[in-house]
């Protein structure tokens, strides 16, 4: 019986080790082809990489070190990469955007944490360290990025939601096509993507699929959050309610007399039992006062 179990604990041994070890060999950034291809609409010049570098020593030197100097953190495992190394300056400033946003394992994901513009002016700094670096500047123009609508709207009975997206150009409003787009309900603990990612139609139009039974409020309202790439608008998210959801009167986290309350509504059972608690110690101290007062005076007798 015994034996029978010896190649299969030592089979799985060897994979855990392995699988340990190799970790860290993990190379290579699994890019898709499309984010590869992003350029950068902030000019990497003098002024920008120094903005860059203010941003690299608060986010970033603590682990790669002075970009360099080859003195990032060697106690983690991977070592950080010195980012003027060959390798690091192999990879497009698509694929560095891509890095820098998603992240992996130790190395943290700036998605949330830095702007579009300040990811952007970090990598003009890490450019600055490569003197045979060209840059392709992108074509898009975010500061007109407040000259896109995002329009939504639900067909109840297939369950779609589309959104279609269109900018007030000079010639007139146009459709935006072939922009990416994500659509997400908005929960209490993060967001909840809904269908995959997609891109808009000619006429600047994505249709999501999403299943009947998503929680809405009282009323089946859900908050939807459209996160809109475009080549040339850029980044662009948007927040609405639609009636899309199922009607749910779940009282808020609030609203209730729940023990976590931050408001002044604590649950009656612990008012009752905390002020009777309060209340017998009360008397409880008052009766040894007394008692003692007591002793007192018989001594002074
Ligand atoms: C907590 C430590 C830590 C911080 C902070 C950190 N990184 Fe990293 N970074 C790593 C590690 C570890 C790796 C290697 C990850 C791997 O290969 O799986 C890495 C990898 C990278 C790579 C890929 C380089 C290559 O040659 O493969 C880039 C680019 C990068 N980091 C940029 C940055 C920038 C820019 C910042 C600041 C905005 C930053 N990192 C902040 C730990 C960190």
Sequence with gaps: MLRKNIPYRFVLTVILVASFYLQPFAQGWDVPADKKAKNSYIKFDKATAKEGETVYTKNCQSCHGDIGKNNSLKS???????????????????ELFYILNTGRMIM??????LSETDRWKVISYIRSFNNSYIQVLSK?????????????????????????????????VVALKNSEIILFANRYFGKLQIDKTLRTDNDGIALFRFTKNLPGDKSGNVELIVKVNDDKYGEILSQSKLKIGVPTDKPS???KRAIWNVLLKAPIWLIITYTSG?????????FLLYGLFRIKKSGNN
């Design 76 to 94: 983690l495992k991977p070592i950080p990469p010195d980012l003027s190394s060959t390798k690091s300056q192999q990879l497009t400033d698509g």
């Design 108 to 113: 943290p994901s700036f998605n949330n944490v």
């Design 140 to 172: 898009t123009d975010p500061t007109k990025s407040n000259l896109v609508k995002i329009n939504l709207s639900y067909d109840s009975i297939n369950s779609i939601v589309r959104v279609q997206v269109t900018a007030s150009e000079k010639a007139g």
């Design 253 to 255: 986290l609030t609203e």
């Design 278 to 286: 309060v209340l017998i110690f009360g008397v409880f101290l008052l």
